[in-house]
Protein backbone atom coordinates (compact mmCIF):
# COMPACT_ATOMS: atom_id res chain seq x y z
CA UNK A 1 0.00 0.00 0.00
CA UNK A 2 1.87 3.33 -1.09
CA UNK A 3 0.71 6.71 1.05
CA UNK A 4 -1.94 7.76 -1.29
CA UNK A 5 -3.86 4.55 -0.72
CA UNK A 6 -3.32 4.57 2.77
CA UNK A 7 -4.48 8.07 2.98
CA UNK A 8 -7.65 7.44 0.59
CA UNK A 9 -8.60 4.16 3.27
CA UNK A 10 -7.83 6.40 6.71
CA UNK A 11 -9.58 10.18 5.74
CA UNK A 12 -12.36 10.48 7.63
CA UNK A 13 -13.14 14.14 6.25
CA UNK A 14 -11.92 17.34 4.49
CA UNK A 15 -11.29 20.08 6.89
CA UNK A 16 -11.97 23.53 5.32
CA UNK A 17 -10.95 26.68 7.19
CA UNK A 18 -12.54 30.15 6.14
CA UNK A 19 -12.04 33.41 7.04
CA UNK A 20 -14.74 35.96 5.47
CA UNK A 21 -17.07 35.13 2.33
CA UNK A 22 -15.41 33.02 0.37
CA UNK A 23 -15.58 32.61 -3.45
CA UNK A 24 -18.55 30.13 -3.25
CA UNK A 25 -18.15 29.29 -7.10
CA UNK A 26 -14.62 28.98 -7.13
CA UNK A 27 -14.70 26.63 -4.20
CA UNK A 28 -17.44 24.61 -5.67
CA UNK A 29 -15.17 24.05 -8.80
CA UNK A 30 -12.32 23.08 -6.91
CA UNK A 31 -14.02 20.44 -5.38
CA UNK A 32 -16.55 19.02 -8.25
CA UNK A 33 -13.03 17.22 -9.92
CA UNK A 34 -12.56 15.30 -6.75
CA UNK A 35 -16.05 14.27 -6.41
CA UNK A 36 -16.11 10.84 -5.65
CA UNK A 37 -17.63 9.44 -8.83
CA UNK A 38 -20.49 6.61 -9.48
CA UNK A 39 -22.54 7.26 -6.59
CA UNK A 40 -20.28 5.14 -4.02
CA UNK A 41 -20.82 6.75 -0.65
CA UNK A 42 -18.94 4.72 1.21
CA UNK A 43 -15.54 5.89 -0.57
CA UNK A 44 -14.34 9.21 -0.27
CA UNK A 45 -14.45 11.32 2.75
CA UNK A 46 -17.03 14.50 3.80
CA UNK A 47 -16.24 18.05 3.57
CA UNK A 48 -16.31 20.21 6.85
CA UNK A 49 -16.22 23.86 6.31
CA UNK A 50 -15.50 25.76 9.34
CA UNK A 51 -16.91 29.03 8.52
CA UNK A 52 -15.92 32.75 10.24
CA UNK A 53 -16.27 36.04 10.51
CA UNK A 54 -16.20 39.05 12.84
CA UNK A 55 -19.39 37.67 14.43
CA UNK A 56 -18.20 34.16 15.17
CA UNK A 57 -18.08 30.83 13.37
CA UNK A 58 -19.89 27.46 12.36
CA UNK A 59 -18.66 24.40 11.20
CA UNK A 60 -20.83 23.14 7.71
CA UNK A 61 -20.67 19.62 7.33
CA UNK A 62 -21.40 19.26 3.14
CA UNK A 63 -24.18 16.43 2.29
CA UNK A 64 -23.03 13.05 0.98
CA UNK A 65 -23.12 14.47 -2.60
CA UNK A 66 -19.97 16.14 -2.08
CA UNK A 67 -17.58 13.27 -0.76
CA UNK A 68 -13.97 14.27 -1.94
CA UNK A 69 -10.83 11.51 -3.05
CA UNK A 70 -8.68 12.49 -0.51
CA UNK A 71 -5.75 14.21 -3.18
CA UNK A 72 -3.02 15.93 -1.81
CA UNK A 73 -3.90 18.23 -5.41
CA UNK A 74 -7.21 18.86 -3.90
CA UNK A 75 -5.79 20.22 -0.51
CA UNK A 76 -3.31 22.51 -2.54
CA UNK A 77 -5.95 23.79 -5.03
CA UNK A 78 -7.79 25.05 -1.62
CA UNK A 79 -4.93 26.41 0.24
CA UNK A 80 -4.43 29.06 -3.60
CA UNK A 81 -8.15 30.17 -2.48
CA UNK A 82 -7.80 33.89 -0.93
CA UNK A 83 -10.61 33.41 1.91
CA UNK A 84 -8.75 29.60 2.84
CA UNK A 85 -7.27 29.96 6.05
CA UNK A 86 -5.94 26.12 5.92
CA UNK A 87 -7.39 22.80 4.38
CA UNK A 88 -6.28 19.41 5.33
CA UNK A 89 -7.37 15.65 5.74
CA UNK A 90 -9.06 14.68 9.31
CA UNK A 91 -7.85 11.00 9.79
CA UNK A 92 -9.64 8.38 12.77
Known sequence: ?????????AA??????IDGA???????????PFKVSNGSLASGC????????GAGSADLLLSEDWRVRPEEALVEELRLQPKVRSAEFVYG
Open 46 to 53: RVLVNYRN
Open 12 to 17: ARLRIE
Open 22 to 32: PDAARLRETLA
Open 1 to 9: MDLAEARAR
